[in-house]
């Protein structure tokens, strides 16, 4: 079986936006609540991937040894042990951190909505990817702002020279970009890239709101570094999470808000108060005993096997001219098929063979990706994937022509 | 010693508001992370009044026998379950509140922001009390919202005649009001207004944000009801929280929202996804098992004497003209001192001698109630209290003429 060639970058059009992207998005996320289908477009991977037993029992400890008080003083900028446990990750990282920037959050989808708050004004303008992952869409049509989407590689994300131009045409206000493993490409960012980007943007002032939800989930031989680490003006705002890696459904999350750090609290604090002292408490404990990274390990592994069990369906099962990624980490594969297929359509056919997938629509505001997919490799169970994966693929082909 | 009379209804400006009221919250918020001093200002009571040990067990219960796929499937409008015991609970206060309509949010603070960015944009004009929770002040600056101040009686709350008023002058798009127990007042509206309320809003397709966090710390033979037991249009969006009365910290709040549920829904999973699974099971495991109405007998119970303990203090110690408020309710006195004393130097003062106060400044957009004060009464440590309100009347005292 030959390797498939990959999509090409994006050439996003120079206008800016206006974003209404939710209905598809909302009826797409709802099917997550159905366990009959094929998850093959959940943006979660399986929960059996993760230790729930453990980190239940750490949450127990915690919770029965928490001291009264801390129930009502864990106000933003959240938990002080869960604070400094992942200031301790960063500086593993070879990068620091310090905990004081820190802020927790019900999740990083909300570090990523307050640090955009922060950061803007209704009507200002935001540099966002294309393809780009739909929560970014949402964000900025819910704090009533425009986006401007840049040329982004499928193998190596951002392309530089393009936001360039594109900050150079535009008021731009903030980006927000996910640098490592990006929803939905999977692209990776060059460390050169990372360092060209800071820079770009800390010529203009511009912050830089940096997704890095699946930053742990890498299958090279070490860690990718975020832009962060590059950071020397407390421009960019990392965003991530223990949700895709550990801790499912917890809700926790953070902002390293660098020099926003003080406003991204009072935001948190304004809009939602606290995050859950037991979920943060639970966490800060099953840090503190050790076994996050022997999980991560064995998490990474299953993810890269799987990847290639899916990889190897796509290119066996779909049709002649499908473009395909190969992440260098996350659980997805972009997927390209040929430009009459309707990837709308498909996602309808495929749930009546009860098998969910994300319509390349989702990911773009002006629906442009309309014959790609995002296929989940995030679940363990092969054989209901592979035999998922040609039934969309007979079910892809019986559409070729017929866009 | 005489029962003190009760501070005047407000009689606020009849222009609208440009509100910008955080930086002084913050700085008082921020004291509730300080164990040293005797928590007076504190917005929230006592943790030692809560079951946070028998909480904790349901909570490890509840962890411990998770289906692993919950974590990925409750997302807004959030647990089956607990959903179905919130309902349960507005059946037995005598009405229906069907569990569909139903968010679960993270705490009663994203339930209202939630709901008032779901039924306005920004620019728009939303009706407040006079004095009002400083938070939601905060919520209409974060949206760039502007704001028009009603007459609120001390004992009644809103007035119905002035808010009629408003809304003739006025293009007001929604109102945000505590109809029972008002923080900082304590006021509870009398059924029948708040049935007018209901109706003279239902008459113009005006929504009503209910905060109803105090609702069950009644002292009365039986619950308030909240305006939203009126409602028959789906206008009013109710909401609440265990915080304040069973689970501090466990960031577990709800909107009852009416016909604007499925936006509200949206919102929640657009700015931040999901409620902590689990907080959310393990209330849904405590209420199932019963016990939540024995603890609030209790509460009732205990705030109410400690109300009766801090109002003979300030009546015994604080300089005549003091002017208080006796609430059916909650934890909060409001005193009124002569005018020419500034509550904000008597802050200052008092965080000097060890002690928070919560000066009238933050209830108000236009720091009008400068010669008020915001007492709690949630905490049990009755010598330590009287000796705090002991200290504070003297430097009241001390004040007079200074101001």
């Known amino acids: 079986m030959p390797q498939q060639p990959e999509p090409a970058p994006s050439d996003p059009r120079p206008e800016t936006l206006e974003v209404e992207i939710s209905e598809l998005v909302f009826q797409v996320l709802s099917q997550a609540r159905n366990r009959e289908l094929v998850p093959l477009g959940s943006a979660f991977p399986s929960p059996e991937l993760f230790p729930l037993e453990v980190l239940s029992r750490s949450l127990s400890r915690a919770v029965r040894e928490l001291d009264p008080w801390r129930t009502v003083e864990d106000l933003p900028p959240g938990s002080d042990r869960l604070r400094r446990q992942i200031s301790l990750r960063y500086l593993a990282a070879g990068y620091n951190v310090s905990a004081e920037e820190i802020v927790v959050t019900n999740g990083a989808m909300e570090a990523l909505n307050l640090c955009l708050e922060a950061v803007t004004s209704p009507g200002d303008l935001v540099a966002i990817e294309a393809p780009t992952f739909y929560a970014a869409l949402q964000a900025v049509e819910r704090l009533n702002l425009r986006a401007v989407e840049v040329a982004t590689h499928p193998r190596t994300g951002v392309d530089i020279p393009s936001l360039a131009a594109v900050l150079e045409r535009h008021p731009v206000k903030a980006c927000w970009f996910m640098t490592n493993f990006q929803n939905p490409l999977g692209s990776l960012m060059p ?10 943007l800390a010529d203009r002032g511009i912050p830089l ?7 742990e989930l890498y299958f090279g031989l070490r860690k990718p570094l975020p832009a962060k680490a590059y950071d020397r003006q407390g421009l ?4 991530s999470s223990f949700s895709k890696d550990l801790a499912p459904g ?15 609290a009072r935001r948190k ?19 503190q005993r050790g076994g996050y990274d022997r999980h991560l390990r064995q998490l990474r592994q299953a993810l890269s096997r799987q990847q290639a069990i899916a990889a190897r369906a796509v290119a066996k099962h779909f049709p002649a001219g499908t473009r395909l990624t190969r992440p260098e980490g996350g659980y997805f594969l972009w997927v390209e098929l040929p430009a009459t297929v309707d990837a709308l359509q498909l996602h309808r056919l495929a749930l009546s063979h009860s098998i969910s997938v994300a319509p390349g629509h989702l990911f ?3 629906r442009r990706f309309s014959n790609f997919l995002r296929l989940s490799y995030g679940h363990p169970d092969d054989k209901r994937v592979e035999s998922a994966i040609r039934t969309v693929g007979a079910l892809a082909h019986s559409l070729i022509g017929k866009g």
């Open 191 to 200: 460390d050169e890239n990372k360092q060209a980007l800071v820079t770009l």
């Open 209 to 215: 709101i940096e997704d890095d939800v699946y930053g």
């Open 236 to 239: 960019v705002l990392h965003c």
């Open 250 to 264: 917890y809700r926790v999350g953070w902002a390293a808000a660098g020099k926003f750090a003080t406003t991204v």
């Open 269 to 287: 604090l304004m809009s939602s108060l606290a995050a859950a002292v037991p979920s943060q408490e639970g966490l800060a404990e099953y840090l």
């Open 364 to 366: 773009s505001a002006d």
